[in-house]
């Protein structure tokens, strides 16, 4: 089992970027998912999780500017980022619970990370 993220980039104070994670294997189930990111000299936080059945929630500092989203059918899950501030600058990496043929008792699996960085 494998995460994969993509998506991020440079951009400027305001602008919009698309993160991208897909799970790859033979998926039984993703509950929940999730984005997080570490900027330097900071701990790894939280920005958004999603569950399978449809619940998300955010840390207070995205709130209105991020939306998360899934496509279960994809194992594939979204982190659409709008208004973007130089505070959001850090490394996004995506998370998982997730359950496959090759694990059938589950664990949390991380992605690789994508780095996105907004310029004032």
């Known amino acids: 089992v494998q995460l994969q993220a993509s998506g991020g980039g440079l951009v400027q104070t305001g602008g919009s970027l698309r993160l991208s994670c897909v799970a790859s294997?033979?998926?039984?189930?993703?509950?929940?998912m999730g984005w997080y990111r570490q900027a330097p000299g900071k701990q790894r936080e939280l920005v958004a999780r999603?569950?399978?059945?449809?619940?998300?929630d955010y840390v207070d500092s995205v709130k209105g500017r991020f939306t998360i989203s899934r496509d279960n059918a994809k194992n594939a899950m979204y982190l659409q980022m709008n208004n973007l501030k130089p505070d959001d600058t850090a490394v996004y990496y995506c998370?998982?619970?997730?359950?496959?043929?090759?694990?059938?008792?589950?664990?949390?699996?991380w992605g690789q990370g994508t780095q996105v960085t907004v310029s004032s």
């Open positions: 998370n998982g619970f997730i359950i496959s043929s090759d694990d059938p008792e589950g664990h949390f699996y």
């Open positions: 294997g033979i998926i039984f189930s993703i509950n929940p």
């Open positions: 999603a569950l399978s059945g449809g619940a998300t």
